[in-house]
């Protein structure tokens, strides 16, 4: 009966072996691999150090390859030509949804445009003031919820009670609508105090989706809700006169079911995935569908208005006419933000 005795080679002679390792991963190798082994044994100690060497290239190849990924990501992020080209797709695409939308709606709806070849100037003059006071109430509403954030406002009113939070806002806001539009817009000042206080409450409903989605996406939902917004409001401009005022009715009763599918998760338990799915198609896309005809009925009910207040039957107002525009513009890019989100999750 024979046996072999191996003699264990040093910490040394293991490292002349193995050049590309370091003196002390050499150490921690062998410390391990005689830990492991019995002192009699028919196997020999180098080969239980080629696993480990096998293990640590493994190892640092990963290491390697997960720092080449970054730098690749962090030249593609800060590289200028990057940026431009991302930029530009972006604006692409804007383009091609107020093209789009511009080319179907005017296909679909807008086959019989004004008979006398353009809009009045008087509707065209209020017009343009409505869009006016849009632009800048949404301009005052982004301004106030980035000073929200930035301000630690947005984090103090979460930490409280959401619920009390979010029913007073909704009654402030829908106070400060109701006492913009009571006001004779011949009182300047109160008028347009209710105004910036509709609008400071806006900011604070929107501000919390803007600390969730990144800046870049929100520019996104932005470029595209102005997209949206552009093409349907030129639809709305150069159609027959009174073409889509009786279009009131379906669209409030359009935003009611809207409304119900958004209250959905509270009363449906979470067992019900197939129908919470449906009231999350039906929030966002038919959201989307509402909110866009509505935008089409503002724009005509303006020009309306615009008629009326040249006759002399009523006073203008491009205030209280841009606060349903205003709504529009909220409702669509809210629901913009949120199907660009669903989209980055599962791009991910």
């Given at each position: ?38 002192f ?17 290239n493994?190892?640092?190849s990963?290491l ?8 690749s ?7 200028p ?10 604006l692409?695409?804007?383009g ?29 003059s ?13 301009g ?8 929200m ?18 029913i ?11 006492a913009t ?9 109160p ?5 910036g ?8 409903l ?17 470029l595209y ?28 009763a ?23 799915a ?15 005809g ?5 724009v005509?009910k ?13 006073k ?12 529009d ?16 999750r599962?791009?991910?």
């Amino acid at each position: 009966m024979s046996f072999t005795i191996t003699i264990r080679a040093g910490p040394a002679r293991l490292a002349s072996r193995v050049p590309q390792l370091s003196t002390a991963a050499s150490l921690r190798a062998f410390h391990q691999s005689a830990s492991k082994n019995t002192f009699f044994t028919s196997k020999a100690a180098p080969l239980v150090f080629r696993s480990n060497v096998k293990s640590s290239n493994n190892i640092l190849s990963r290491l390697q390859g997960a720092s080449r990924g970054y730098q690749s990501q962090y030249d593609r992020v800060y590289d200028p030509t990057a940026r431009r080209g991302e930029l530009l797709r972006k604006l692409l695409i804007g383009g091609a949804i107020f093209g789009g939308t511009l080319v179907a709606v005017n296909a679909v709806f807008n086959r019989e445009t004004r008979e006398d070849g353009g809009m009045p100037p008087f509707e065209r003059s209020y017009l343009n003031r409505t869009f006016m006071h849009t632009g800048l109430g949404v301009g005052i509403i982004g301004l106030t919820a980035y000073q929200m954030i930035q301000s630690g406002f947005v984090y103090r009113i979460m930490v409280t009670n959401p619920w009390i939070v979010g029913i007073g806002g909704i009654a402030l806001s829908i106070g400060s609508m109701v006492a913009t539009r009571a006001i004779e817009p011949d009182n300047y000042i109160p008028k347009y105090a209710c105004w910036g206080l509709f609008n400071a409450t806006q900011a604070a409903l929107v501000a919390p989706l803007m600390t969730i989605a990144p800046p870049a996406l929100l520019a996104r939902a932005g470029l595209y809700t102005l997209a949206m917004m552009g093409s349907i409001s030129f639809v709305g401009a150069t159609a027959k006169q009174d073409k889509y005022l009786y279009i009131g009715g379906p669209l409030l009763a359009g935003a009611a079911i809207v409304a119900v599918s958004g209250f959905a998760p509270l009363v449906l338990p979470a067992t019900a995935v197939r129908t919470l799915a449906f009231t999350e198609n039906l929030w966002l896309y038919g959201g989307l569908a509402v909110f866009g005809g509505f935008t089409l009925y503002d724009v005509q009910k303006v020009l309306y208005h615009a008629r009326l207040a040249q006759r002399g039957a009523i006073k203008e107002d491009p205030v209280n006419e841009s606060i349903s525009l205003e709504l529009d513009f909220l409702n669509i890019f809210v629901r913009m933000v949120q199907i660009l989100m669903m989209q980055q999750r599962r791009n991910r």
